[in-house]
């Protein structure tokens, strides 16, 4: 119940193209809702978040819907960009616990 | 957000031998947290680093192998003990600020990557 997961584990799309990535959940007492972005020799960068008052929260080319209902959220890169080239996770948690992060989507986009 | 650095960024061990990663912020924040994130995996939870008291483990993880300490707002230490290959992972410090409400809004520094032979 603890789980996050997170579809698919790969992705590939053309520059200019939108990417999707899914993530599902179980635990009804989430009601935090990030995405951070990694690349490389890197540590994970927050990349936008939402909580679940809201049905989609759009920053820049970033955006993430949430459908409470089905327990699920997603994010959308719109004209994605060689440079968007990374790993993605998703991940949730409730006000009082940790993070449970997805188990990541690498993200290639060609030019 | 908080700028979070991490020493050393890279390290090649030996069996056997420890190693003790500093995590460093340049602002006071509430929680830090100490993860690992295993070559092509997703970051799993060590630990909560609890300023003046003994951290607080998750599952699968001890204090004699993982021993931390955060002696102030800004500071704190993870020591890999008697290392073993499997310990080779990227590990990685992550904080909440004291301006955030709530406890989740989380930052990471740059990691620490581990190769023990």
């Known amino acids: 119940q603890q789980q996050v997961k997170q579809s698919p584990q790969s992705l590939i799309v053309q520059k200019g193209g939108i990417s999707i990535i899914n993530c599902a959940y179980e635990?009804?007492?989430?009601?935090?809702f990030p995405w951070y972005q990694q690349f490389p020799g890197k540590g994970p960068a927050l990349l936008i978040a939402?909580?679940?008052?809201?049905s989609e929260k759009k920053e820049g080319r970033f955006t993430i819907s949430f459908n409470k209902s089905a327990k699920q959220f997603s994010l959308h890169i719109m004209d994605s960009q060689p440079g968007d080239s990374a790993t993605y996770f998703c991940?949730?948690?409730?006000?009082?616990?940790?993070?449970?992060f997805g188990k990541g989507t690498k993200l290639s986009v060609k030019p | 957000s908080a700028v979070i650095s991490q020493k050393p960024s890279r390290d090649i061990c030996q069996r056997g031998t420890s190693l003790t990663i500093q995590c460093q912020v340049d602002?006071?924040?509430?929680?830090m947290f100490w993860y690992r994130q295993q070559p092509g995996q997703s970051l799993t939870l060590i630990a909560t680093?609890?300023?003046?008291?003994?951290?607080?483990?998750e599952s699968g993880f001890v204090i004699d192998k993982f021993p931390i300490s955060r002696p102030n707002l800004t500071f704190s230490t993870l020591t890999v003990s008697n290392m073993s290959p499997e310990d080779s992972s990227i590990y990685l410090c992550?904080?909440?600020?004291?301006?955030?409400?709530?406890?989740?809004?989380?930052?990471f520094g740059p990691g620490t990557r581990l190769t023990v032979l």
């Open positions: 992550s904080v909440t600020e004291v301006r955030t409400s709530r406890g989740d809004t989380q930052y």
């Open positions: 939402i909580r679940p008052d809201v």
């Open positions: 602002s006071q924040v509430t929680m």
């Open positions: 991940a949730a948690s409730t006000a009082q616990g940790n993070l449970i």
């Open positions: 635990n009804t007492a989430f009601d935090y």
């Open positions: 680093a609890n300023q003046g008291s003994e951290a607080t483990y």
